[in-house]
């Protein structure tokens, strides 16, 4: 029988989450576990070809059932999509594609009759070029007040031909485009850290942080309980645009504080931002992407005054290896501790290759693999690294089909591809769309039962044994293996809450700790390996057996175990 559907320790019944209104859990955020929805790839209510907020909307009770407490949802604003919705247009509309502000009404009111919360992302390092302010800016010329909301400055060179500094797109080639003026000659230059489409703000003038601030109101009073900050370490940068003195600049991403990223002036901002939200009851949440050279500074998006939660994106990149794992849980949860803010985990999302399939692949390839690799080794090792990560102090993130096991389609034709970095040379590998395949629902149909017509990118053969009907119910499969261990989580205090592990002695490539009277265990190596008998079995990843009064792991298995 294969890994998807191998039998392993499971409650004979899975209990139901009950349903409760969201306000009955006080600091819920601490050890929550949170869905991401991408709405383009969750499921299609009208059969274009395209997810929706209604096509979410359907499927809520799946993720009620399922065990996670929130629901966070990829950018679903009026945008020309040149960056899948991360460059919008107007930030108090819903874009025509995924429905209007009375579906998005709809979905916040259905899921908190579900005992769910709705976590919307917001983008304010950018909008797009056809944002009004921006439109207006070109068309009013040099001098225009608008242009100071955004960062347009004129060129160098005697004709004003090279751009204003030497920062590079983090979709590849220069970060700024020359405009051609309202006379028809070229003109000043905009910043734009992404794609050409994305125009930087200028955080520094006071109409873009009022105008925020607005924003935020005019979703919480919609009733979301939060915000996903789209790179939360961008708003800021450096007086005077400095030349950074170095190309290849993405190696360097991740490494140093840059004069376009991780700028201290980013947490004035969000000062002001936490005084908005904390106007408003019902314990909402502000989640940051930052991506920071060190977890140290990470800390510092969630000092008491500003937001609760930030990804931590140095556990996501982290090899299957029981050393450096430990090393990044230690570091995370000594950095977080100070602050007084929950760790965060995470192994897949929307800009990164799944982990099934990373950990397919030999280590040291980065977050983006363009190979399958071995797919039993790389589910093997995604389902134990799942328990793992579920078992740490602190919230969990859950990209959507991480809990059926879904690898990134690696092999989609050149001529389907969307990424807008695929199109830029020298930028980001430009693959993302590998891990933005919609997810299937159904063994058969046109699009898995994704949706009735067809998904805007091709589903691979064979997807449907990885569906959610050919998982259900089936002991041992992937997605059961995640509703155990979400309603495991849930009903005992020890998994989730605190902010320390105890460890214990373990062979080398073994992992082990306590917390309270659970223990987890998990053996990253390539080979059985026996660990003491610390209890009765909760819940494995694999099939442990018992063995010379130990207990005894497969090879790339995690085990939960209660000593009680």
Known sequence: ?????????????????????????????????????????????????????????????YLRDLGVDAVWLSPFYASPQADAGYDVADYRAVDPMFG??????????????????????????????????????????????LRDRYHFRPGKGADGELPPNDWESIFGGPAWTRVTEPDGTPGEWYLHLFAPEQPDFNWEH?????????????????????????VAHGLVKAEGLP???SHDQLKLLGNDVMPFFDQDGVH???????????????????VAEAWTPTVERTANYVRPDELHQAFNFQYLATEWDAKELRQVVDRTLEAMRPVGAPATWVLSNHDVTRHATRFANPPGLGT?????????????????????????PGSAYVYQGEELGLPDVVDLPDEVRQDPAYFRGAGQDGFRDGCRVPIPWTREGSSYGFGGGGSWLPQPGGWGELSVEAQQGVPGSTLELYR??????????????????????????????????????ANTTGEPVTVPAYGRVLLASGEPTEADGGTRLPADTTVWFTTA
Request: proline content about 5%.
């Open 268 to 286: 004035e901002v969000y000062r002001q931002w936490r005084l908005v939200l904390d106007e408003y009851a019902g314990e909402r949440i502000f």
């Open 484 to 521: 155990s261990a979400l309603a495991l989580r849930r009903s005992r205090p020890d998994l989730g809450a605190g902010d320390s592990v105890e460890w214990l002695r373990a062979p080398e490539g073994v992992l082990a700790f306590r917390r309270g009277e659970f223990v987890c265990v």
């Open 100 to 145: 209007n502000l009375l579906d998005a009404d709809a979905l916040i009111r259905d899921a908190h009759g579900l005992g769910l919360r709705i976590i919307v992302d917001l983008v304010p390092n950018h909008s797009s070029d056809q944002h009004e302010w921006f439109k207006r800016a070109l068309a009013e010329g040099p001098g225009s007040a």
């Open 1 to 61: 029988m294969s890994q998807q559907h191998s039998a392993a320790p499971a409650p004979t019944t899975r209990p139901v989450p009950a349903v409760a209104t969201v306000a009955q859990r006080g600091d819920w955020w601490r050890d929550a576990v949170i869905y991401q929805v991408y709405p383009r790839s969750f499921a299609d209510s009208n059969g274009d070809g395209m997810g929706d907020l209604e096509g979410v909307r359907s499927r809520l009770p």
């Open 206 to 230: 006071p109409a873009v942080g009022d105008e925020f601030r607005s924003i935020l109101r005019f979703w919480l009073d919609m009733g979301v309980d939060g915000f996903r900050i789209d």
């Open 368 to 392: 983006q693999i363009r190979t399958a690799g071995d797919r039993a080794l790389g589910l093997r090792r995604a389902r134990a690294a799942s328990l793992l990560m579920l078992a740490l």
């Open 243 to 245: 030349d950074l003195g």
